[in-house]
């Protein structure tokens, strides 16, 4: 069993930065990912970045190409997301999910609200 737990969220003004974590435990296999999904009020879940832990290799919506960083730390099984220059539309609950090598978002954390003030 996999389990995926965010922090790091708040409330920031616009222009400002927020790091959010992903503290993932249990086992995962190889090509294993986390990923970065978030939903606003009356929206559809929007993917935002991915993660692999074997590679590093990164993914990013182009909406936030540019301002927001995925990293991970393999010793602490953490991912983070490095938010800056936020704006109001990143409003949202951000949520981490892991794809613990099945190719499928199969373990979702309880989510995290980031809200951006104008």
């Known amino acids: 069993q996999v389990q995926a737990a965010e922090s790091g969220g708040g409330l920031v003004q616009a222009g400002g930065s927020l790091r959010l974590s992903c503290a993932a435990s249990?086992?995962?296999?190889?090509?294993?990912?986390t990923g970065w999904f978030r939903q606003a009020p009356g929206k559809e879940r929007e993917f935002v970045a991915a993660?692999?832990?074997?590679?590093?290799?990164?993914d990013y919506a182009d909406s936030v190409k540019g301002r927001f960083t995925i990293s991970r730390d393999n010793a602490k099984n953490t991912v983070y997301l490095q938010m800056n220059s936020l704006r109001p539309e990143d409003t949202a609950v951000y949520y981490c999910a892991v794809d613990p090598g099945s190719g499928e978002y199969d373990y979702w954390g309880q989510g995290t609200q980031v809200t951006v003030s104008s």
């Open positions: 993660i692999s832990w074997d590679h590093g290799s990164t």
């Open positions: 249990g086992r995962t296999f190889s090509n294993s990912y």
